[in-house]
């Protein structure tokens, strides 16, 4: 029995050292991306390991613009991405991302002539894949991405959308 223990211990013992091997929470603005505009990230690393990892993201955006525009007024991206450290030491990293951005736009419907505007929310889903560089620090540190988005706009545009994105934020 007091081996059992003893391996018990000895093995959660390892698993607590990997465990604060490698910073795995990335906080940050991201200007462009899923939210054509702006917003604000929280990125988790999946594992440990420092050569390839596979980030998922969860964010938020508001955009005060006028109702009339193809912007969301509001919304959420999601995303799932694979990194692959470029070269030995280095802190950057090849990123290939899958993502989706639940927007919320507020529509104007006129009520007739003379009449006032009634608005209501429609909500979009906006499939896409990005791909670019990423500075990911191992222990935490400034942290940065810059990467090309490809989306698919089926509601408004019907159209490809190409855009950048550059990430700024804090590994922690």
């Not at 613009?65 to 912007?71: G, L």
């Not at 999601?78 to 470029?86: F, Q, T």
């Not at 989306?151 to 408004?156: I, N, Q, R, T, V």
């Amino acid at each position: 029995m007091k081996k059992i223990i003893l391996i018990i211990s000895f093995l959660a013992y390892i698993i607590t050292i990997e465990a604060q091997d490698i910073a795995r929470n990335n906080i940050y603005l991201e200007l462009g991306g899923p939210a054509y505009l702006y917003s604000v990230n929280y990125e988790h690393l999946l594992s440990n390991n420092k050569d390839i990892n596979f980030p998922i993201r969860i964010g938020v955006f508001f955009n005060s613009i006028d109702v009339s525009s193809d912007f969301a007024n509001y919304g959420i991206p999601l995303s799932i991405s694979l990194i692959k450290k470029i070269a030995g030491n280095s802190k950057m990293y090849f990123e290939l991302k899958a993502l989706v951005t639940i927007a919320y736009y507020k529509k104007s419907n006129t009520m007739g002539h003379g009449q006032a505007f009634t608005y209501y929310t429609t909500r979009q889903y906006t499939p896409g894949v990005s791909f670019g560089i990423r500075r990911q620090p191992a222990k935490g540190g400034f942290y940065y991405h810059l990467n090309m988005q490809i989306s698919y706009d089926k509601e408004l545009s019907k159209k490809i959308i190409i855009w950048p994105a550059l990430g700024i934020g804090l590994t922690i």
